[in-house]
């Protein structure tokens, strides 16, 4: 969206005067004009607001096809979900949800305006965007939302885990007075496995960074930005003028377009069995997703790839972690380079030299060599501050070094 676009919105969310509260009684006989393309339901609680659109699957969404999602194996979603539920799912019963809300903070006087569900059904995704057109109807999108709800095994969602479906709970729970704990199925939550690939590369998490950093996903005019739309919804409720809505309706399917998008590249880069094509961070996050699996020859080739990144933090960290793997292994001999890059990258730190003075102190026998990493641990300590942690690595050390002294003046 340009600036005078989004000024213009701006301005129509300042028509309301400074400090008068939402509107919060609705006037049934408003005109509801320029509504989205969609169609009236009836349900037994009343009539609800429904936009379809139905995708090939082989439609290409930035770099991905829809259909290139079927092709992962319900193992490996449970692996990267951390979801061992979802090893009995497949991917064709899952649907994808993301919600439109009159607030980001929750609580009783937040409501799900727009919900999104997206699914693979009879060769194709169907979208399915229930719209409330008035917060009286919200019973009936409830209801016709549950017939979605309840054909599905589980969810893919962004955050839906924490906002979208404990909101969803608390509507059934208040409009329905149904008991649902959504929150509790099976649930592939991209933005935990998103955050763990390039938390450390990219400015922020949000699906919006993420969809035009990584999947080159570009948005048209038609866009609304996400902070405006709540607004934008109760300027809709108090003038009737719903020339936004479509906005936000094409906003809320990108975004589900978008999980599939993300599920892919997510996948993709768990399932690869060569990581050299992974970024730095992209490496290290797999080889720690390796790690805690139990698969150690797989998270070491991550490791290794992760330590020619060009980012420095990158590069320690897997340092540490490839190192502390070699350790465990009884591969000291290997640990020793690492070691030493560990010392030049981080010249503060004394445990890659401890681990040094060990290393030559019990299992390659060189005191000398022992005595001048544990002396080289003492100058790292000189930087840090002065705190109980430095006291006590501090009295470790020099414990070490009198040992040392002992053990050389024994054999002089």
């Not at 930035?62 to 194996?73: T, V, Y």
Request: hydrophobic fraction near 40%; aromatic fraction near 8%; include cysteine.
């Amino acid at each position: 969206m340009n600036d005078e676009a989004l000024r213009r919105r701006l301005q129509r969310l300042g028509r309301r005067r400074r400090g008068s509260p939402p509107p919060t009684r609705i006037d049934a006989a408003l005109p509801r004009r320029e509504l989205p393309p969609g169609e009236e339901i009836e349900t037994p609680f009343g009539p609800t607001y429904l936009i379809q659109t139905k995708y090939p699957l082989d439609y290409l969404h930035g770099a991905s096809r829809l259909s290139d999602l079927l092709k992962f194996d319900s193992a490996l979603v449970a692996e990267v979900a951390r979801q061992p539920r979802l090893r009995e799912v497949s991917l064709e019963r899952l649907i994808f949800i993301d919600t439109e809300t009159t607030g980001l903070v929750g609580g009783a006087g937040t409501i799900a305006f727009m919900v999104g569900v997206g699914a693979f059904v009879e060769n194709a995704f169907l979208l399915r965007q229930y719209f409330l057109r008035d917060p009286g109807e919200e019973r009936g999108m409830l209801h016709a939302l549950k017939g979605d709800i309840e054909a599905a095994a589980g969810f893919v969602s962004y955050n839906g885990r924490t906002f979208d479906l404990p909101l969803l709970e608390m509507r059934y729970m208040l409009g329905l007075r149904r008991h649902w704990p959504l929150s509790t199925w099976p649930q592939l939550d991209l933005l935990h496995p998103a955050r763990r690939l390039w938390r450390r590369s990219l400015p922020d998490c949000t699906l919006g960074t993420i969809e035009r950093q990584q999947l080159g996903i570009q948005r048209t005019e038609e866009d609304v930005p996400g902070a405006l739309i709540p607004g934008l919804y109760l300027d809709y409720l108090r003038t009737g003028d719903a020339s936004e809505m479509g906005g936000v309706a094409y906003h809320n399917a990108v975004d589900i377009l978008t999980l599939v998008g993300l599920a892919i590249q997510v996948l993709d880069r768990h399932q690869r069995e060569d990581p050299s094509q992974l970024s730095g961070s992209e490496a290290l996050a797999v080889g720690r997703w390796h790690h805690d699996a139990g698969r150690s020859g797989p998270a070491e080739m991550a490791y290794r790839r992760a330590v020619s990144s060009s980012e420095l933090e990158v590069r320690l960290d897997a340092l540490r972690y490839l190192t502390a793997q070699l350790k465990r292994q009884g591969r000291r001999e290997e640990a020793v380079e690492g070691w030493q890059m560990l010392h030049t990258l981080a010249s503060d730190d004394p445990r890659p030299c401890v681990e040094l003075a060990m290393y030559y102190e019990w299992h390659a026998p060189n005191l000398v060599e022992a005595r001048r990493w544990a002396q080289e641990a003492m100058v790292c300590l000189t930087h840090w501050t002065d705190n109980w942690r430095r006291d006590q690595a501090w009295a470790s050390v020099e414990h070490r070094l009198a040992r040392l002294a002992r053990k050389m003046g024994e054999r002089q």
